[in-house]
């Protein structure tokens, strides 16, 4: 495997450095061939530079790329806004030989030069892709056999497609087909692929961003879901973060809210405060207290439906 660079983001490693902590857990359990670089800035965002300033948002985003052209490394995040981000500059820049001249102009000032050559992957279909299903299942040291799962795609991890190219947009099974290969059941459900709606706290509509949280959480707790996983700091923000505060409110949806890393630390045989878990604003208790019940029973109906019950699960 190709050695790669590990762009954080801002939102992980300013907020949540419990997330990149189980991040360089689990890289390193798996032997996997990473590096940190000097001079990675913000990706930059999207939905608030580009919309203020498209010529920043390029050229930040092509600087960024340009550290890992220049040194032969290609790049893995686990943050799905920095990946969207990153491959759409990429793209425009590889389809717009003008702008890409403009922006190695300005680059060369400082001593760069965008090429583009940089494969750039978001970490779920990373797993997926470079990992694979088989070496998974060879590594873990306990499955999530009778847990039933909530993938969270997000927006950014699958689009814009024709930059990202790494599942379907309209239909991803990337994520479901790692949460299967953990043992776990993935469910389907209508609000699968809704944005979570954090952006809508970035411009003073908290109470909207609440209302789409809202949804998917309820929905949840009906289709009887142990937890939602997800692979974003900014859904991450939302679910965790807004469901705390709705319950503050008296609200009490009480769904665990699991990182991917986390899962996965989880399943490689580190325990939750190893991983950081209990930094997590909402209590993912029950969730741990299911899997061990589930773990214990054998795997038919009766043993499952057991273990939920004793376990207080979901719905």
């Given at each position: 495997m190709k050695e790669f660079a590990v762009f954080w983001g801002?939102?992980?490693?300013?907020?949540?450095?419990?997330?990149?902590?189980?991040?360089?857990?689990?890289?390193?359990?798996f032997n996997l061939p990473f590096r940190d670089i000097d001079g990675f800035t913000c990706?930059?965002?999207?939905?608030?530079?580009?919309?203020?300033?498209?010529?920043?948002?390029?050229?930040?985003g092509a600087r960024n790329v340009a550290l890992v052209d220049e040194a032969g490394l290609d790049l893995v995040s686990p943050c799905t806004g920095c990946v969207s981000n990153l491959a759409t500059v990429k793209s425009g820049l590889k389809a717009d030989p003008r702008e890409k001249g403009e922006v190695n102009a300005l680059l060369k000032e400082v001593g760069r030069e965008f090429t583009g050559i940089a494969n750039?992957?978001?970490?779920?279909?990373?797993?997926?892709?470079a990992v694979g299903a088989h070496k998974i299942r060879q590594k873990i040291k306990r499955n999530f056999a009778g847990m039933k799962l909530a993938a969270h795609y997000g927006c950014h991890m699958i689009r814009p497609g024709y930059a990202l190219r790494n599942d379907d947009p309209l239909d991803p099974k990337k994520f479901d087909n790692l949460m299967t290969a953990l043992g776990a059941e993935s469910l389907q459900f209508?609000?699968?692929?809704?944005c979570c709606g954090q952006g809508l706290d970035r411009v003073d509509q908290?109470?909207?961003?609440?209302?789409?949280?809202?949804?998917?959480l309820k929905e949840l707790k009906a289709v009887g879901a142990d937890a939602l996983v997800l692979c974003c700091p900014s859904c991450f923000l939302q679910f965790d973060n807004n469901q705390f505060l709705m319950e503050k409110e008296g609200e009490k949806l009480g769904v665990p809210i699991i990182y991917f890393t986390e899962l996965m630390g989880l399943a490689l045989g580190?325990?939750?405060?190893?991983?950081?878990?209990?930094a997590h604003r909402v209590d993912v208790t029950s969730f741990l207290q299911k899997w061990e019940a589930v773990s214990k029973m054998p795997l038919n109906g009766a043993g499952i439906d057991e273990a939920m019950n004793s376990a207080g699960a979901l719905g």
């Amino acid at each position: 495997m190709k050695e790669f660079a590990v762009f954080w983001g801002c939102t992980i490693q300013t907020r949540f450095p419990f997330l990149e902590k189980s991040t360089r857990m689990v890289l390193k359990e798996f032997n996997l061939p990473f590096r940190d670089i000097d001079g990675f800035t913000c990706c930059p965002e999207k939905s608030l530079v580009n919309n203020v300033d498209h010529a920043a948002f390029t050229l930040t985003g092509a600087r960024n790329v340009a550290l890992v052209d220049e040194a032969g490394l290609d790049l893995v995040s686990p943050c799905t806004g920095c990946v969207s981000n990153l491959a759409t500059v990429k793209s425009g820049l590889k389809a717009d030989p003008r702008e890409k001249g403009e922006v190695n102009a300005l680059l060369k000032e400082v001593g760069r030069e965008f090429t583009g050559i940089a494969n750039l992957s978001h970490l779920v279909p990373f797993f997926h892709d470079a990992v694979g299903a088989h070496k998974i299942r060879q590594k873990i040291k306990r499955n999530f056999a009778g847990m039933k799962l909530a993938a969270h795609y997000g927006c950014h991890m699958i689009r814009p497609g024709y930059a990202l190219r790494n599942d379907d947009p309209l239909d991803p099974k990337k994520f479901d087909n790692l949460m299967t290969a953990l043992g776990a059941e993935s469910l389907q459900f209508p609000t699968k692929l809704m944005c979570c709606g954090q952006g809508l706290d970035r411009v003073d509509q908290h109470d909207n961003a609440l209302y789409f949280a809202r949804l998917k959480l309820k929905e949840l707790k009906a289709v009887g879901a142990d937890a939602l996983v997800l692979c974003c700091p900014s859904c991450f923000l939302q679910f965790d973060n807004n469901q705390f505060l709705m319950e503050k409110e008296g609200e009490k949806l009480g769904v665990p809210i699991i990182y991917f890393t986390e899962l996965m630390g989880l399943a490689l045989g580190f325990n939750a405060e190893e991983l950081g878990m209990t930094a997590h604003r909402v209590d993912v208790t029950s969730f741990l207290q299911k899997w061990e019940a589930v773990s214990k029973m054998p795997l038919n109906g009766a043993g499952i439906d057991e273990a939920m019950n004793s376990a207080g699960a979901l719905g």
